[in-house]
């Protein structure tokens, strides 16, 4: 909570003082910075704020806080639409393919996803395309068991494109309404491995369409999590972002950039390791959170 | 935009040559690109702000040498201020006198923790221990099978008395590893334990309570290279429960710039110990503080031309 605590003493700062003074505003921009939201981001939103409020002449520093939040709403963009797409087309299942760099918590995500769908009453396949990862296919299957959903896996060190193919494939022939299909963690630099999680998507749409790509990442990031961001968009065209982690100190605030560069809305965060510490993201909460609100 | 910081020092100090001495203005020029890169690399603010003050006293006023330009110069005495942070020279594994050695892993949740139990296996293995890895995370799901197949992957034994998923008391089952190791002779023991966070106080008090039943000669660290800003709060979360005597930095694989490292040496003043950069057993290495500095920096080729200037 160190960050957040920086950051909300220097608003308190802000509040205290009668005049915004330069110190002020750097106490400002810095917390900022520790929320890793970037020098980039940062800089720009302290010049919004400094023009609006030189333009208005505030001197009431009440205003002056509602003003950085309202910045901050806006550079998260609370008009983005953060449903997840599982309705498939034509009778066939939703398609929710899960991706990210090593140990952010996609297997988990999974796990929280599959039971809150269960609890709205829908039915599900899971497929277990980490291959790779000691034990990966047994987490999933674990997961899926407390909930009472099916795991499709297949040998450890096979082809995780055709154990996806079959997820999928089940679910057609069950005719769920729903397949989530879990990747191996990789990172972006690795191009065969990127390569493999592109035939992956590739094969899965012989079957079905895949309706949501999410894209797993870290509250812990730093300024990596854009580079992470824009390989795995290129490969698989992210369409939702799950911010994990979400319960520790860190604030996540790359995802600021993230969403702005791929245009691509965090959708989902993650609040603890058990199944139901998963809640949608809301631009205020999340900005609230930076605040230490 | 320039891209790298040696583009942008090299441009501020396209016109500083000939001159004997770096100005007050030229070395804070320098310094406020650094601060930027400093900062993109994911070094923790405070950390950057008392980085740069101690550089900013070694080069006001310094002398400018006749080998090397200004860029150059400056940069010099940051790569070596980097290097004196990460800990200069590379601290090995302490050995008991009395085996078992115990080695603790402590980190945040998916930081690499029980791949790095199969890395140090292995590697121990290689070099002629005995070492016995302990499923001491009974709490992630399939976190013990995940370490059983570690273990037969490596060839090392693994001691996993509790199926875990919520079962079984991994204080226990750690206490109980030093037992077993005595008895069948193993001279390492290796524990896994749960991620935790370091906000988390009922976690973090039980790996103090399994690091109380193993008495461990290294507690260490793990923390994945891509962590950003958070790296300090979390660092030193973990510094004051559990305590921690080395640090392992996971995930070098990737294109992060792993300031990180250099956060965590200063504000912990605990050396990094190890860097690990793969998912196989084999991908594993001790840390050089060298070559760490030139990737926090990013500016290896620049690096390379001081020492051939210097050389000549
Ligand atoms: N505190 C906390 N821990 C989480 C959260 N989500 C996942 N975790 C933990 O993070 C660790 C990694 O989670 P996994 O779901 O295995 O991550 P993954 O991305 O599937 O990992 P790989 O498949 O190895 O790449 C586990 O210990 C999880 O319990 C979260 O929102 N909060
Ligand atoms: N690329 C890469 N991946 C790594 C490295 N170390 C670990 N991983 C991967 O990171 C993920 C998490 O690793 P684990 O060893 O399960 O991490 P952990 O700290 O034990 O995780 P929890 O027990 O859930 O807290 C897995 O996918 C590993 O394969 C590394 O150095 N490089
Ligand atoms: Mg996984
Ligand atoms: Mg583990």
């Known amino acids: 909570a160190g960050s957040n605590n920086a950051l909300a003493s220097a608003l308190l700062g802000l509040l205290a003082r009668d005049r915004i003074d330069e110190s002020t505003w750097d106490d400002v921009e810095e917390t900022l910075i520790t929320s890793d939201l970037g020098v980039g981001p940062t800089t720009e939103l302290m010049g919004n704020l400094r023009r609006e409020l030189s333009i208005d002449g505030v001197q009431d520093p009440a205003v002056a806080r509602a003003k950085l939040r309202a910045e901050l709403i806006k550079l998260v963009d609370p008009t983005l639409d953060r449903g997840l797409r599982i309705t498939g087309a034509d009778g066939q299942p939703g398609v929710v393919m899960v991706v990210g760099v090593n140990g952010t918590g996609k297997t988990t995500t999974i796990g929280k996803i599959a039971r809150l769908l269960v609890a709205e009453g829908r039915t599900l396949v899971l497929g277990a395309a980490d291959t790779f990862r000691a034990a990966a296919a047994d987490q999933l299957a674990t997961w899926g068991s407390r909930v009472g959903v099916q795991t499709v896996r297949g040998p450890e060190g096979g082809d995780p494109a055709s154990v996806a193919f079959d997820a999928v494939a089940q679910g057609v022939a069950q005719g769920v309404d729903v397949v989530l299909v879990d990747t191996a963690g990789r990172l972006h630099t690795k191009t065969g491995l990127m390569d493999e999680l592109g035939k992956i998507k590739r094969v899965i749409e012989k079957k079905a369409p895949v309706t949501e790509v999410l894209l797993v990442i870290d509250a812990t990031t730093g300024q990596n999590g854009l580079i992470q961001a824009r390989i795995f968009s290129d490969v698989v065209a992210v369409t939702g972002i799950v911010l994990t982690k979400l319960d520790g100190s860190a604030k996540g605030g790359i995802v600021v950039q993230v969403q702005r560069e791929l245009g691509v809305p965090v959708k989902l965060i993650g609040l603890g390791e058990g199944a139901d510490d998963l809640a949608p993201f809301t631009a205020e909460g999340f900005v609230d959170g930076l605040l230490g609100a | ?312």
């Open chain 2, 1 to 312: 935009m320039f891209d790298t910081l040696q583009d942008r020092l090299t441009a501020t100090f396209r016109n500083l040559r000939g001159k004997g001495r770096l100005s007050e203005s030229d070395v804070n020029e320098a310094l406020r690109e650094i601060r930027l890169a400093l900062l993109e690399a994911d070094v923790n603010l405070s950390v950057v702000k008392e980085f740069i003050a101690a550089c900013r006293e070694k080069l006001t006023g310094a002398e400018i040498s006749q080998a090397l330009n200004p860029t150059q110069q400056i940069v010099k005495v940051v790569n070596e201020e980097l290097i004196g942070i990460l800990g200069g020279q590379t601290r090995e594994v302490r050995f008991a006198k009395n085996p078992p050695t115990v080695i603790m892993l402590a980190g945040l949740q998916g930081s690499g923790k029980t791949t790095l139990a199969g890395k140090l296996g292995k590697w121990l293995k290689d070099s002629k221990h005995h070492p016995l890895l302990v499923a001491a995370d009974l709490q992630r799901p399939n976190a013990v099978n995940q370490l059983q197949v570690v273990g037969q992957r490596a060839g090392v034994a693994v001691f996993a008395p509790e199926p875990g998923n919520g079962i079984g008391d991994p204080v226990a089952v750690a206490r109980a590893s030093i037992e077993e190791a005595k008895r069948k002779l193993y001279d390492v023991v290796i524990v896994d334990t749960a991620g935790r966070l370091g906000v988390d106080a009922e976690l973090m008090q039980q790996a103090i309570d399994i690091r109380n039943a193993v008495n461990p000669d290294e507690v260490l660290f793990v923390v994945d290279a891509m962590i950003g800003q958070d790296a300090v709060n979390t660092a030193q979360a973990f510094a004051q429960g559990v305590g921690f005597d080395g640090v392992v930095l996971s995930k070098l694989d990737g294109d992060a710039r792993g300031g990180a490292a250099l956060s965590i040496a200063r504000v912990t003043g605990k050396p990094v110990m190890f860097a690990s950069n793969g998912e196989n057993l084999k991908d594993f290495d001790l840390f050089h503080p060298d070559r760490m500095a030139s990737r926090i920096l990013d500016m290896g080729d620049l690096l390379t031309l001081i020492e051939q200037a210097e050389k000549t």
